[in-house]
Each structure stands twice: as C-alpha cells, then as structure tokens.
C-alpha cells in the first residue's frame, strides 16, 4: 500500500539553526508532492507544492522543498529557522490515479527564541 | 472569498450515543469535500470524499458513515459511537480541478466517554 513517512516526530531548534524535514514516500507512480503546516490555534494549510519541472520548489515563509525522484523524497528546509515557524508539518502525496492525498505521520517543530 | 466551517470545536459523547458533525463551505460552488481524522504521530487519514450531492466514497470501513444533502454542505455521522471513534475530525474542500490543493477547516475535537 502507498505511504508517506516522516522520519522526525518532534524536532527543537534554536531560532537562526537551518532546517531539513525529511519525507519519503512509496509509490512508483507520478506523484504530486506537497507540504502542510498547522500552526498553533490555526487550520491546516498549504505550504508548498510540486507537480512537475524544477525540482526544487519554494514556498511560503522562506520554505523550499526538493523532489528527489531516485530516492522517493520531498524534504523540507530552511536555511533559517524563526519562532514564529513553532507549528506542525505534514508531507503529502498525491496519487495520479486515485486522486486523493496520503499524508505523513506529521512532524512536531518547536523553535526556541 | 472562501471558508470553511466545522461544528461543534469539540464534543464529549458516550459510547453508543450517535454522532453528527457538520461542515458548510462558503464561497465556492460544487467543491469536493472530504472528511479526515487526525490522531496524534499518524497523521491525517482520509474517511469520506465526495464530489457531489449524494456522492460519497468511503475510504476505510467503519463505524461512521457521511452524506451531502447539499452543494455545500457535508456531514459526518455515527448511530452508535466506539470508544475508538475518538480523535480530531478534519473536513476540506478543493477545488474540482484541483483536488490536492485542499483547504482545511478548524476541526471537531471528539472524546467518546
């Protein structure tokens, strides 16, 4: 069956620290890759998303996110972290054909000022 | 603009009591809308997606069941609940053309007693 995994269930950073999230998944079909942040008291949104081209994807708050199809992965950094990016991650996959998203686990970010 | 809304934010019920949550969208016509739970280090687990009035596909066998009377509006329920019904329930919708792109509302917090 198709997964999404997320190799860190809760990550501390200092606040300027780089960050890498990182997300496998397995499925050898195309896919469509993405990223979800949940804040604290707010709805689960978008981050970032990749559907084709370059690799390397930039989203929201500095975010950028790489596809690296040899291994299956879409991890997510930044070069530098800020408190205000305390919130929760997820990874998702879209399966072309089924049409629906697998998410990750979730990784829990705590930044510390 | 669009939104989304979930009630009740949360609820305690006891096992064997039945179950309704609710979710309207604002602003959009013939959305998809989909119904998640969340539990805590597995992430978000598909349950119901529809992609009209009175479609439905469930994804998991269960004790829940979903319908959409209207456009708008999508609704989860249960007759009996299981103490294994507990968890955060998460509805979104997306955009007929773009089904990964999913907005996610606040979400019900559901505690079976």
């Known amino acids: 069956a198709q997964s999404v995994s997320q190799h860190n269930h809760h990550v501390i950073l200092s606040e300027a620290a780089s960050l890498e999230l990182g997300c496998n998944y397995s499925y050898g079909g195309t896919v469509n890759l993405f990223w979800y942040v949940q804040y604290p008291g707010q709805h689960l949104q978008l981050l970032l998303k990749?559907?084709?081209?370059?690799?390397l994807v930039k989203g929201i708050k500095g975010f950028e996110a790489e596809f690296i199809k040899s291994k299956f992965s879409f991890n997510l950094r930044k070069p530098s972290v800020q408190w205000s990016d305390t919130a929760e991650y997820f990874c998702?996959?879209?399966?072309?054909?089924?049409?629906?998203?697998?998410f990750g686990q979730g990784t829990t970010l705590q930044v510390k000022p | 603009s669009q939104t989304i809304h979930q009630w009740p934010a949360t609820l305690v019920q006891p096992v064997g009591s039945p179950l309704s949550l609710e979710c309207t969208v604002e602003?959009?016509?013939?959305?998809?809308l989909y119904w998640y739970r969340q539990a805590a280090g597995r992430g978000l687990q598909l349950l119901f997606y529809?992609?009209?009035?009175?479609?439905i596909s469930s994804e998991v066998p269960q004790n829940l069941s979903a319908s959409r009377p209207q456009d708008r509006q999508f609704i989860l329920s249960s007759k009996k609940l299981l103490l294994s019904d507990s968890g955060f329930y998460l509805c979104?919708?997306?955009?007929?053309?773009?089904?990964?792109?999913?907005?996610f509302g606040p979400g019900t917090r559901l505690t079976v007693t």
């Open positions: 990749y559907f084709s081209g370059d690799p």
């Open positions: 979104a919708w997306s955009v007929s053309g773009k089904i990964y792109e999913q907005y």
């Open positions: 529809s992609v009209g009035i009175g479609q």
């Open positions: 602003g959009t016509s013939n959305p998809n």
């Open positions: 998702a996959v879209g399966l072309s054909h089924t049409g629906k998203l697998i």
